[in-house]
């Protein structure tokens, strides 16, 4: 079996044990989304999206960081060095306790200011969310030491550790749920204390994981000064680019706060609570491809790694797509099924931001590859400046009396725009042919898209409204898309791994 056989064979067995956890978080996700949308009240809902998203502006430096930590340990990797690994590890922790610090010392009076000056919280509930503020810089602070650890056992392929860990993550939901039918006390204040409990107890479990299976995952200080030069370099233009999808998501989110009030909050949290769940699925599948990214370029494989960039655009924006096509028509009962009540502008919210995310996905490779080249600075630099746009325009149109779901169509146009930027991008930096993703990836997107809503969509409007058309067009929709995924989205030689493999997962030889 030649490397790349087996890259490719280590890539579905890594994407299936994220299915599985991701089955897993999903079924009790849908579970306790409902339960603490109903236990909290749309209000006190729609504070914890606005203040914990408020929060989440900052981990536009965890993401950052973390990028830079997982691209560094990847190439390290993939060029067989680990005394340099093991620097780059402790270097990546010293970073992070260092960040932790001085987060806390300038988010705290930052935060504290901006809720209680400028954010719309409903009287007598600003207690609640000051607590709530205080929670989740925690629940972050945590999150950003969590980073070296996370990113090692991601660059070692070791998916499995994450299913195992979904297990216990959503047994410990469910207890979260259970407790906030039971707390004497605020079940808001409640709510965000518990999710602090749980992420610092994962980090526990994910660092002695790390230290007792990697060699390099044990810390000493070191000082390194060209690798921390280049990854603080690394870091700083990703965090620009990250800066900009922040602003694009949880800036609009804080704008939304001040035009629309917290119901908006609410209905934009449902919306992202679904678009989440839907979004892991294809995550799912770029997290076990990314490492072979990074490591086929350390390798000089530029065929393979030309391979990789179409292959995780294309999958990504076809798995997106399974769940965009039933949505696209029952939006409205597959909410109330979920969570029975629902914020009025949930299912437009819901609709656009699949599409929008279907074009997102469309770039998440190209990303990637850049990040395998180190040389990042012309991409960040038009990525960033154009992405950045959503943000002002939103804020622009909603002063003109535009309604609320303005900014997703907004975050649509600016994100199908840069499909094509990062493309002609990546052709500079890795001798990459843009006709190959046109020819190979939207050439067979757009008519694969096309078909796959034809049979749902006559289905839909030859029907009355009932419970079983939700199910006859969710049914249908499903088979019809993995029809035309099959064999218009996919080529000849795919089509027939992929059957191949489904066949031998379910006891058939092919």
């Known amino acids: 079996m030649s490397d790349n056989q087996a890259n490719n064979k280590r890539i579905a067995k890594n994407t299936l044990m994220l299915y599985l956890r991701l089955f897993i978080t999903m079924a009790v996700g849908l579970f306790t989304s409902r339960v603490i949308l109903n236990t909290l009240g749309i209000s006190d809902y729609g504070i914890n999206n606005v203040v914990a998203g408020f929060v989440s502006m900052f981990s536009l430096l965890t993401g950052s960081l973390s990028a830079a930590i997982g691209r560094f340990i990847n190439v390290s990797l993939g060029k067989g060095d680990i005394k340099r690994l093991k620097t780059v590890f402790s270097s990546s922790v010293t970073i992070m306790l260092v960040m932790a610090a001085v987060i806390l010392v300038l988010a705290e009076p930052i935060s504290i200011w901006f809720l209680n000056n400028k954010m719309n919280i409903p009287e007598g509930r600003m207690f609640a969310a000051n607590w709530v503020l205080q929670f989740s810089l925690l629940s972050f602070v945590v999150n950003l030491i969590s980073v070296p650890y996370n990113a090692t056992i991601i660059a070692h392929e070791k998916m499995n550790v994450y299913a195992y860990m979904s297990i216990f993550d959503v047994t410990m939901k469910l207890i979260i749920v259970y407790m906030l039918y039971i707390s ?21 479990i994910y660092g002695i994981y790390c230290g007792r299976n990697f060699e390099e995952a044990h810390y000493h200080f070191v000082f390194d000064k060209s690798l921390l030069k280049d990854m603080g370099e690394f870091a700083g233009w990703n965090l620009f680019g990250s800066g900009a999808y922040l602003f694009n998501t949880q800036g609009v989110n804080i704008v939304t706060n001040i035009f629309f009030g917290v119901t908006a909050n609410a209905a934009r949290g449902v919306a992202n609570q679904v678009e989440g769940i839907v979004k892991q699925f294809v995550t799912n599948f770029t997290t076990a491809i990314n490492p072979q990214i990074m490591k086929s370029y350390a390798k000089g494989d530029m065929d393979y790694l030309y391979s990789l960039v179409c292959r995780g655009a294309k999958f990504s924006y076809l798995l997106m797509l399974l769940f965009v096509v039933p949505f696209m028509f029952e939006t409205e009962t597959i909410l109330r099924l979920w969570l029975k009540n629902y914020p009025p502008e949930a299912p437009i919210f819901l609709r656009l931001s699949m599409i929008g995310t279907l074009f997102d996905m469309l770039g998440n490779s190209t990303a990637n590859a850049a990040w395998a080249t180190g040389r990042i600075k012309k991409y960040y630099m038009y990525v960033a400046t154009i992405g950045c746009l959503v943000f002002p325009l939103s804020w622009a149109l909603f002063a003109l009396g535009c309604p609320a779901y303005t900014s997703y169509i907004v975050f649509m146009v600016i994100y199908f725009i840069l499909i094509f930027i990062k493309v002609n991008i990546i052709r500079g930096l890795i001798n990459f042919n843009p006709m190959m993703f046109y020819k190979d990836v939207l050439g067979r997107l757009l008519p694969t898209t096309i078909t796959s809503f034809i049979i749902p969509g006559i ?14 067009v969710i049914l249908v929709s499903g088979i019809s898309t993995v029809i035309c995924i099959l064999y218009i989205g996919m080529t000849k030689h795919e089509r027939e791994k992929t059957i191949g493999m489904a066949f031998r997962k379910i006891g058939f030889n092919r």
């Open 184 to 204: 004497p006390f605020d079940k808001l204040i409640t709510y965000s204390f518990l999710f602090l409990c749980v992420g610092i107890i994962d980090r526990i």
């Open 459 to 472: 289905i839909y409007f030859s029907m009355q409204p009932s419970l079983f058309r939700t199910g006859v």
